[in-house]
């Protein structure tokens, strides 16, 4: 069994945080009784060398004999004698074969004490073949380390700065800390192999310690995990965090052994539980904030930390008692509701406080529940608020019982929901009236006269409505009657004249543009053509014509 242990003994820092570093490690365990678990946590292989002739286990260091057939690099295989499934390498491929990074907890006590490391493992198989070792070496660092007593909890994390080199520094809160890594260098430690050593997980192992009724393994079995991973990636994380708030908090065991646990598990995966719970208190009721009533209510229902918080904010607040179906509308909306003020606006100027609210739609559900109805749904707070935001709309007045809380819901609810409707069409069509009014009003300012202006082959006609635009648009295949040419003649920006052909005076021809000042900004016909010299004369000519005409009017 080779092995190199790089745990350096002493390293700088104050001499005080040195002195209480090394005491620590004087207690952890010699990191060689950790070898099973690192095996244990690393891939298998079977590395060959063509040139010796022989393939070796990575998992039980038996040597035998190379063969050609069966073992190709990369490709699955076992080891007939652990039993192993194993990778096939070659260990010949290049200078490096390879080498698996994680962190190792590793944990022991003294005295009733508990002393925890993070090691930064490297387990490096380059070295199967050199001085016929077959067998791969094992580096290890500490990362941090930790005294964990009642009363006494310290963590010291060993950092590296280019100035002073290794150096012990003491971290305010008990937590794992990131693997080492430089941002630009992502960190080669894989979480995902953290490995928390089998022997922790053993209750026995606390027996004579403070964590004697912390059920350890219970913790570790139950807390929450995700699919994703999410927890997974700290995977130290919580243990950690859980012994850290066992030995601080007595409230830890209370919530633990009362049905609590969600409470504990969400607090220890770093999840916020904020003020929801006081970690200090003495009591479950000191510590939940809520009368034994409650408390025995609340723990049917298995609630998340920050759900304690809701009922017990609600409760206080309105007297109500929630359901877990109010508390998840509430926590699932309670963006929404921020965002449209709502909650304030309409208690602060109809008197309609949640807590009448939440009593009035339980009376609705009730009958809807009864009712054999079955085109109603269920009202939710998120509905009733809609509801309110509509009648503020229409101008209904919500101080009144039968506006504010009308039975049925769902009828007043639709009734609302048309009159908005009604209210939104009506104001578009004074919208389209008024542009309409516009687009006549401007084109006649710029133009003077809707009469067409007559020479001997051509005329100019001036459209009075945006459809006239969409006709010629659509005719000519150019982009007057895009919405944009209509919306500049409303906003008093341009105006728009057709130019047709005078025994041809119902056909579309050229369309011109031209600003408030008579100038000339466009001129096409079909497809965006340009006109020809007869027309841009003629339309040169009626264009002087008309700015003799505004400036004797003038
Ligand atoms: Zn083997």
Redesign the pocket.
């Known amino acids: 069994m080779k092995m190199i242990c790089d745990l350096p003994k002493s390293v700088r820092g104050t001499e005080e945080i040195t002195q209480a570093a090394n005491e620590i490690i004087s207690c952890l365990p010699d990191p060689k009784t950790y070898y099973d678990d690192i095996i244990g946590a690393v891939k298998k292989y079977m590395i060959f060398d063509r040139e010796h002739d022989i393939a070796v286990?990575t998992?039980?260091g038996?040597v035998i004999p190379f063969n050609n057939i069966y073992m190709k690099h990369e490709l699955d295989g076992h080891?007939n004698?652990?039993g192993?499934e194993t990778i096939y390498l070659n260990g010949r491929v290049g200078r490096r074969i390879r080498e698996k990074s994680f962190r190792l907890l590793a944990l022991s006590k003294n005295k009733g004490i508990i002393y925890l490391a993070v090691i930064l493992v490297d387990v490096d198989f380059d070295r199967c073949f050199e001085f016929d070792l077959y067998e791969p070496e094992i580096k290890m660092q500490y990362q941090a380390i930790y005294k964990l007593a009642k009363n006494d909890c310290r963590a010291y994390q060993l950092c590296c700065s280019w100035l002073s080199g290794y150096e012990w520094r003491q971290i305010k809160n008990i937590k794992i800390c990131a693997p080492p890594g430089m941002s630009y260098f992502p960190s080669r430690y894989n979480d995902e192999l953290s490995v928390i050593s089998e022997g922790i997980l053993n209750q026995n192992f606390f027996e004579d310690t403070d964590l004697k009724y912390a059920d350890i393994k219970r913790f570790v079995d139950n807390w929450p995990s995700y699919d994703n991973g999410y927890y997974h990636r700290s995977y130290f994380y919580p243990l950690v965090k859980y012994i850290d708030i066992f030995l601080k908090y007595s409230s830890t065991e209370i919530l633990m052994k009362s049905g609590f646990e969600k409470v504990v598990y969400y607090r220890c995966v770093g999840e916020p539980v904020g003020r929801a719970v006081n970690w200090r208190g003495k009591s479950l009721q000191k510590i939940i904030g809520m009368d034994m009533g409650h408390v025995r209510m609340m723990r049917e229902l298995d609630p998340q930390p920050h759900e304690l918080g809701i009922f017990r904010n609600y409760y206080k607040k309105y007297g109500i008692e929630l359901t877990m179906t109010e508390i998840d509308e509430l926590r699932n909306n309670s963006n929404y509701y921020a965002e449209a003020g709502v909650f304030k606006d309409l208690e602060s100027n109809y008197g309609i406080t949640l807590g009448k609210v939440i009593l009035y739609l339980r009376g609705e559900n009730a009958r809807i529940k009864t009712d054999s109805r079955p085109d109603e749904v269920r009202v939710d707070l998120r509905s009733y608020f809609d509801y309110a935001k509509m009648c503020i709309v229409a101008g209904y007045d919500l101080t009144v019982k039968s506006v504010a809380f009308p039975k049925p819901f769902w009828r007043a609810h639709d009734r609302v929901t048309e009159i908005i409707q009604e209210i939104r069409e009506a104001k578009k069509v004074a919208e389209e009236r008024k542009s309409a009014k516009a687009f006549m009003e401007n084109q006649k300012k710029i133009f003077k006269t809707f009469d067409p202006y007559i020479s001997e082959d051509l005329t100019v006609m001036i459209p009075t409505s945006a459809a006239d635009l969409r006709r010629e648009g659509e005719t000519l295949g150019i982009c007057v009657g895009n919405g944009i040419y209509a919306g500049n003649i409303v906003k008093g920006v341009s105006g728009i004249a057709f130019v047709r052909k005078r025994n041809d005076p119902e056909k579309a021809f050229y369309v011109l543009e031209i600003s408030p000042k008579c100038k000339l900004l466009q001129l096409r016909g079909k497809h965006n053509c340009n006109a020809t010299n007869e027309i841009t004369s003629f339309v040169e000519n009626w264009l002087s014509e008309l700015k003799t005409k505004k400036q004797k009017a003038a």
């Open positions: 286990c998992n039980c038996n080891c004698n652990c192993e």
